[in-house]
C-alpha cells in the first residue's frame, strides 16, 4: 500500500495509457453504437486527459518527483495526443487541409524530443514552458470536441478552430525551444 502511495502520479501517468485502448475500442464500436459511443469515448478521454494534469499537480504537491515520472510523463503525454489524432484522421473527423495541423503538431512533437535527446548527455534540460503548457491544455480540449464531433452542435467546428490555435502554440513553442537548443549547439 505504501508503495502506491508512495507513486500516485505516476500511477495516474500509466493511467493515461491504459485508457487508451478503451478509447480506440469505442471509436470502432461508435458505427454500431450511435453517438452513445461519442458521448462514452469522450468521458474516457476526459478522465484520462485530467490525469495529464493531476500527475504533475500531485507529484509536485507530495514531492513524488521521479525520474521515472519525469522520463514516462510527456512521453505517455504524446502516445496519447498522438494516437487521439490518428484516430480522428482515420474517422473523418480531421480531414482536407486540416491535416496540415495535425503534421505540423507531430513534426514539432518529433523535433522538440530530438532537441531534448541531443542536449540531455550534454547536462542541458529544457524544460517545459508555461506556454507550452497551454498548448497542451487547448490541444486536449480540442481533441475532446473532435471526439463528440456530429454527435454535438458546433463540436467538429469548435474542435477545428481550438487544433488551429493549438497549432499555432505548437509553432511559436517549437521555434522557441529550438532557439535554445542553437545555441547551445554552437
Excluded at 16 to 42: C, H, N, Q, T
Amino acid at each position: 500500500m505504501q508503495i502506491i502511495k508512495n507513486n500516485i502520479a505516476n500511477i495516474l501517468t500509466i493511467a493515461r495509457l491504459l485508457l487508451l485502448p478503451v478509447i480506440i475500442a469505442l471509436f470502432f464500436v461508435e458505427a454500431s453504437w450511435g453517438g452513445v459511443a461519442a458521448w462514452l469515448s469522450l468521458i474516457v478521454y476526459a478522465a484520462a486527459a485530467g490525469t495529464d494534469f493531476f500527475d504533475g499537480y500531485i507529484a509536485r504537491k507530495l514531492n513524488q518527483i521521479s525520474d521515472f515520472g519525469t522520463f514516462l510523463d510527456p512521453i505517455s503525454d504524446k502516445i496519447f495526443v498522438s494516437s487521439i489524432m490518428i484516430l480522428l484522421v482515420a474517422f473523418g473527423r480531421i480531414e482536407g487541409l486540416w491535416l496540415i495541423l495535425v503534421i505540423v503538431i507531430f513534426a514539432r512533437e518529433f523535433m522538440v524530443s530530438g532537441l531534448r535527446e541531443f542536449l540531455g548527455p550534454k547536462g542541458i534540460k529544457v524544460p517545459v514552458s508555461k506556454l507550452a503548457k497551454y498548448k497542451t491544455a487547448t490541444q486536449m480540449l480540442s481533441l475532446g470536441f473532435l471526439i463528440i464531433g456530429e454527435y454535438a452542435p458546433y463540436a467538429l467546428e469548435l474542435g477545428l478552430v481550438l487544433l488551429s490555435l493549438a497549432t499555432i502554440l505548437t509553432l511559436v513553442t517549437g521555434v522557441s525551444y529550438m532557439v535554445i537548443g542553437f545555441k547551445h549547439m554552437k
